[in-house]
């Protein structure tokens, strides 16, 4: 199975800033990612498809990169209901695999 | 507007089974594969099979081969997960997802259900 590694596991900001989380696979994946957001008690949503690619309804601030095995995540201004858990997921494998989330927490 | 609601929270006893429900809304339940999806507490999601609702035909992760049954009823728009030999190990929160690709088991997903928490106990 391929593994999905993210970092950092947590991080904390303030709201406006600059937030990047970073996935990498352990095999090359094209750009078969994809990155999710989960709040506590919620199911996760989905943000970005096929690596930079934006999910209809999610606020232009998130913006994906990235091809191979090394991938982004960028919020690039902070809004308060931005803090939650994030997860990347390969689809170029079977099985589909996730990264273990990194938790994005308030300054 | 596109919605999958699932069944609600189940408590069993190591050994038992469970059968979670998936019924979907908004669009041709028949269009796009169905997966599950589970998170033990303070776990990374975890997929553990999909179904092409057009064939039927299912697919599991190693991991639970022997374990899982995945079936659909077209007529009520719906996909169920089944899981046998319950260990206090599965105790976790299922969620099923709508695959964005219509035939393949490399998929992201676009929509989720709220989740089940299955809590395996004795």
């Known amino acids: 199975d391929i593994q999905m590694t993210q970092s950092p596991s947590s991080v904390s900001a303030s709201v406006g800033d600059r937030v990047t989380i970073t996935c990498r696979a352990s095999q090359g994946i094209g750009t078969w990612l994809a990155w999710y957001q989960q709040k506590p008690g919620k199911a996760p949503k989905l943000l970005i498809y096929a690596a930079s690619s934006l999910q209809r309804g999610v606020p232009s601030r998130f913006s994906g990169s990235g091809s191979g095995t090394d991938f982004t995540l960028t919020i690039s201004s902070l809004q308060p209901e931005d803090f939650a858990t994030y997860y990347c997921q390969q689809a170029n494998s079977f099985p589909v695999t996730f990264g273990q989330g990194t938790r994005l927490e308030i300054k | 507007q596109v919605q999958v609601v699932q069944s609600g929270a189940e408590v069993k006893k190591p050994g038992a089974s469970v059968k979670v429900s998936c019924k979907a809304f908004?669009?041709?339940?028949?269009?796009?594969?169905m997966h599950w999806v589970r998170q033990a507490p303070g776990q990374r999601l975890e997929w553990m099979g999909w179904?092409?609702?057009?064939?039927?035909?299912?697919q599991s992760s190693q991991k639970f081969q022997g374990r899982v049954t995945i079936a659909r009823d077209t007529s009520a728009s719906t996909a169920y997960m089944e899981l046998s030999s319950l260990r206090s190990e599965d105790t976790a929160v299922y969620f099923c997802a709508r695959g964005m690709a219509a035939a393949d088991p490399e998929s992201h997903f676009d929509y989720w259900g709220q989740g089940t928490l299955v809590t395996v106990s004795s």
């Open positions: 908004g669009y041709t339940f028949t269009s796009y594969a």
């Open positions: 179904i092409n609702t057009g064939n039927g035909n299912t």
